[in-house]
């Protein structure tokens, strides 16, 4: 195979590996450093490719190829010449560059392939995965108390007026359809447990954690798709490509001070196309 040939297929191997390593790396649940790595090695393999393949192996001219009219009961050259030879190799070399294009090709197409699986498979954050069961219920029981991420519980003199935190339920840090967001507004703005509000983070649009709160207009916001939701009026969308409220989770002041839920969310959190016929 030729240097120029050999350029263009470890770069299109580089390519195929880089895929890979992302489509692993996204189900194992690596780390996000090591996906981006991995999306730019094969976006740099396929560059490679497609500049070696625009360089040297589209053809650059025009050739012709002249043909000699045989005459009849005439021969110029006889039988086993020089020529005869020459034009055999190349023939083979025309089949030898055909095989070596061949070859290429079809690792063109496996690059294509990969790279495409690698950009799709990141889709399913969007929602449950294929063949799993939507969950419509959460974690939250009457009586959980609210569990931060670092396993410590809230109490009702944690958090000060306009600023909030992230909880789950008690002993279940990290489930993502029971992650709430607990916002304590001045008591009095609305129907709250002196001042505590707790809403689903999961956006009702795509899924996405609604993660940002502005304190000044009293709004949570995804910042997926720009959907906001106003806090004091029940999760009632405000702006953006939502098309329902954030469900809010009942919570109450326990007698010992910790703030705890008094059931499960009244309606299935996420998006409104998986909650149908429910």
């Known amino acids: ?58 053809p650059d001219e025009q050739v012709v190829d002249e043909r000699d009219v045989a005459v009849e009961g ?21 089949l030898m560059t055909t095989t070596r294009r061949g070859v290429l090709t079809r690792m063109l197409y496996a690059a294509l392939g990969l790279f495409g699986i690698a950009m799709v498979v990141p889709v399913r954050s969007f929602g449950p995965a294929l063949g799993e069961t939507i969950p419509f219920h959460t974690k939250w029981r009457k009586g959980s108390r609210m569990q931060r991420e670092d ?5 009702a003199t944690d958090l000060n007026v306009d600023s909030f ?15 709430t967001m607990l916002i304590r507004v001045q008591d009095g703005l609305a129907q709250s447990a002196d001042g505590y509000l707790a809403y689903s983070k999961v956006c009702t649009h795509a899924g996405c954690p609604v993660a940002l709160y502005r304190t000044d207009s009293k709004q949570m ?50 998006p409104g196309f998986w909650n149908e016929d429910v």
């Open 151 to 155: 396993g410590t519980f809230v109490k």
């Open 74 to 94: 005439r021969s110029d050259a006889p039988v086993g010449s020089a020529r005869d030879f020459e034009e055999i190799a190349q023939t083979e070399a025309a």
């Open 165 to 179: 935190t992230t909880v789950f339920p008690e002993g279940a840090i990290g489930d993502e359809q029971s992650q």
């Open 1 to 58: 195979m030729m240097i120029k040939d050999r350029v263009i297929a470890f770069s299109l191997i580089v390519a195929m590996l880089g895929a890979v390593l992302f489509i692993v790396a996204y189900a194992t649940g690596g780390n996000r450093l090591f996906e981006g790595l991995a999306v730019a090695f094969a976006a740099a393999g396929l560059s490679g490719a497609a500049i070696g393949w625009a360089f040297w192996i589209f």
């Open 221 to 270: 916001m995804c910042p997926c798709h720009q959907s906001v939701f106003d806090v004091v009026r029940d999760g009632k969308v405000v702006s953006g490509p939502a098309d329902h409220a954030l469900p809010r989770l009942p919570i109450e002041i326990a007698p010992d001070g910790y703030v705890v839920a008094t059931g499960d969310f009244p309606e299935p959190v996420g």
